[in-house]
């Protein structure tokens, strides 16, 4: 009832720049928290960042100063603005949202992206 779609991905030179947007659709929902998870090849799933409703972010120590994470709740959008990139930020990102669906019958839900792959060459 509520999809999540990245966009942004791409191959980059280290030391470059990529932007991730996250647009969230469907009907009679309301977003709480959204964020960014990654998996590299042969790691666990890791969240990169997080903004709450209330535009509280948090950060991994690894990516705090170089990424940044917004929002825009007119278009149901969450991005990552990611800069001076390492080839370690290589992975596949995610976005997650935490979402109230208010018509009936209420309930909360949590909703992943497709994923999108980050590749940054060195």
């Known amino acids: 009832q509520v999809q999540l779609v990245e966009s942004g991905g791409g191959l980059v030179q280290a030391g470059g720049s990529l932007r991730l947007s996250c647009a969230a659709s469907?009907?009679?929902?309301?977003?709480?928290?959204m964020g960014w998870y990654r998996q590299a090849p042969g790691k666990q799933r890791e969240l990169v960042a997080r903004?709450?409703?209330?535009?509280?972010?948090n950060y991994i120590d690894s990516v705090k100063g170089r990424f940044t994470i917004s929002r825009d709740d007119a278009k149901n959008t969450v991005y990552l603005q990611m800069n001076s990139l390492k080839p370690e930020d290589t992975a596949v990102y995610y976005c997650?949202?935490?979402?109230?669906?208010?018509?009936?019958?209420?309930?909360?839900?949590?909703?992943w992206g497709q994923g999108t792959l980050v590749t940054v060459s060195s």
């Open positions: 469907g009907s009679m929902f309301v977003i709480n928290a």
């Open positions: 903004i709450t409703s209330g535009v509280n972010t």
């Open positions: 997650n949202a935490d979402v109230k669906v208010v018509s009936f019958p209420v309930r909360d839900l949590e909703v």
